[in-house]
């Protein structure tokens, strides 16, 4: 049998930083030193049939089938199989998951870079780290398998390290080697990138920097000429993550924004922590995105910090600024929105909005002015469970929805579809019984002449569908003139009488009976047209 060598293959990949191999494993015992001795004098080994071969390798440990990848393409190709398939199971070429709870992550990292002859055309890689020291280890790694070995990418998802970095210098290691992995997936084409975690490439404030005072930590330096060569390839950017706009790492956010704005047209921020303020403001003011049409942000703010709308007129700035967005996703709790912000120019707000997520505080705030989203054709609002006030506020919002109507030529002919994110309790059906139902003559529903799709689910909530819930969500579905379709999207449980009616004809007769026009009605899994 003749074998082709391999001899200019190296495990010993090291990192710049800790001159440390990548994949590290306990050292062979003395059965797997002879082999190996055995292996570098003859070709004993390599002359047996493949699937003893494959049995003897299945008894070496990581850093022994890293070594003997080395050898022979033939033993390249099963040493590398045999890691892979240990710790991701029946992997694919073109998708990899690894995971925080994942073990022997430098191996397998140092597998996929020596694996000869494999090109991979990725549609998902999706990376977790598990400390600074990791991501700084690893991150270098995944940029020099993204470099050599991959044709393409669709999507980069990296969860990063929960432990920020200890020093100033670490810190700023970690964001080159961040950026480096960035652009270096931009390079292959990548259309989706998602930042998760606390990074580890910013400094806690309380941090001391060497010469400088706690008071004031230094001016971040001016951004590094990263991104510039990167072409626009990236059409969605999620980051969830902590100090994604921390002053010291936000100049590369920036640079990254710029880089990709001819082609970007999702933006998520979910900021689990809270920021200054003067972070979003800083970031908002700065990033112009024309073909932006998908816009979600959630943010905290901290227990010192006022909920006023001064807090959020950097974010409808912002979306001022870009015409272009058609969906519109606000965290259920914010922003604050008051209804004399600038009302000056409400008449040009998203003229193209045609989706539109938020409280139903803001979407009252909106909706008042009768040539905003003129285009609308989902409206989600989205019910707090702790707020006192809740329900008053979604009337308010139906109000608002509902007075459109008067002028069709500015607030549109399409149908829409109204969604409640609500938690399925007593409080709801109370408030639909005596708001509504009891009270049909000053319910705002009789006016939602356009609304053909209701959608009430516990997404984000808590609380059972019961048969009280069912029985009033049909009651008050059929209040509404033209409903078409009747969705109960639970995410939840279902009691055994729920489950129990709905496949009942009974069920289906009450139906047709409450809701005339209805042509097609959802519970969960069950679903019914006419």
């Not at 259920?332 to 120019?345: I, T």
């Not at 579809?417 to 139902?437: A, G, Q, Y």
């Amino acid at each position: 049998m003749t074998h082709q060598t391999c001899s200019s293959l190296s495990t010993s990949i090291e990192c710049d930083e800790f001159r440390e191999p990548l994949a590290t494993d306990t050292p062979p015992s003395p059965l797997q030193s002879q082999l190996l001795t055995t292996i570098n004098q003859s070709a004993l080994l390599l002359d047996l049939p493949l699937e003893l071969i494959q049995s003897i390798l299945g008894l070496c440990d990581y850093s022994t089938l890293l070594v003997l990848a080395q050898v022979d393409m033939l033993l390249n190709a099963e040493a590398t199989q045999i890691i892979l398939t240990r710790e991701l199971g029946s992997w694919s070429s073109q998708k990899f998951s690894i995971s925080h709870d994942t073990p022997h992550r430098d191996s397998i990292l140092a597998a996929l870079y020596i694996r000869q002859g494999a090109k991979y055309a990725l549609t998902d890689f999706d990376y977790s780290f598990e400390d600074s020291k990791c991501f700084r280890r690893q991150g270098a790694a995944i940029t020099r398998f993204l470099d050599n070995h991959v044709t393409s990418i669709d999507c980069l998802k990296l969860d990063l390290a929960s432990a920020q970095a200890g020093s100033w210098a670490e810190a700023s290691s970690a964001r080159s080697k961040l950026i480096m992995l960035l652009e270096a997936a931009l390079a292959k084409g990548c259309q989706h990138v998602d930042l998760r975690g606390d990074i580890c490439c910013c400094i806690p404030h309380s941090l001391k920097p060497i010469g400088g005072d706690l008071s004031s930590p230094p001016t971040p330096p001016p951004p590094p000429p990263f991104f510039l060569d990167s072409a626009p390839t990236l059409n969605k950017l999620t980051l969830e993550t902590s100090p994604t706009l921390d002053p010291f790492l936000l100049p590369h956010m920036l640079a990254l924004l710029r880089s990709q704005s001819p082609t970007l047209r999702n933006l998520k921020i979910y900021q689990s922590k809270p920021l200054p303020i003067n972070y979003y403001d800083d970031f908002f003011l700065a990033v112009s995105l024309p073909s932006l049409e998908t816009f979600k942000v959630t943010y905290k703010l901290s227990d010192d910090q006022p909920t006023s709308s001064s807090n959020f007129e950097c974010i409808f700035d912002f979306l001022t600024r870009h015409p272009s967005v058609q969906k519109v996703k606000f965290h259920n709790e914010y922003p604050y929105f008051d209804p004399k912000y600038r009302s000056a120019g409400t008449d040009r707000f998203l003229p193209n909005l045609k989706i539109l997520h938020a409280s139903a505080q803001v979407v009252y705030s909106l909706l008042q002015y009768a040539k905003v989203f003129s285009n609308l054709e989902h409206v989600c609002i989205m019910v707090p469970y702790k707020d006192n006030w809740r329900y008053e506020q979604v009337n308010n919002a139906l109000i608002a929805l509902g007075s459109r109507k008067n002028d069709s030529s500015t607030c549109g002919k399409s149908s829409i579809h109204l969604e409640l994110r609500v938690c399925f309790d007593t409080d709801f059906c109370m408030w639909l019984s005596f708001n509504h139902i009891l009270n049909q003559d000053a319910s705002p529903v009789q006016y939602l002449k356009r609304v053909e799709t209701l959608t009430v689910n516990t997404k984000g909530a808590s609380g059972m569908l019961t048969m009280e819930t069912l029985i009033t969500v049909v009651a008050w579905a059929g209040m509404f003139p033209n409903l078409r379709w009747l969705r109960l999207d639970d995410k939840s449980s279902r009691t055994d009488e729920v489950e129990e009616v709905i496949r009942d004809e009974r069920f289906v007769d009450c139906l047709k009976e409450n809701v005339p026009l209805l042509e097609r009605c959802s519970v969960g899994d069950w679903d019914w047209v006419k």
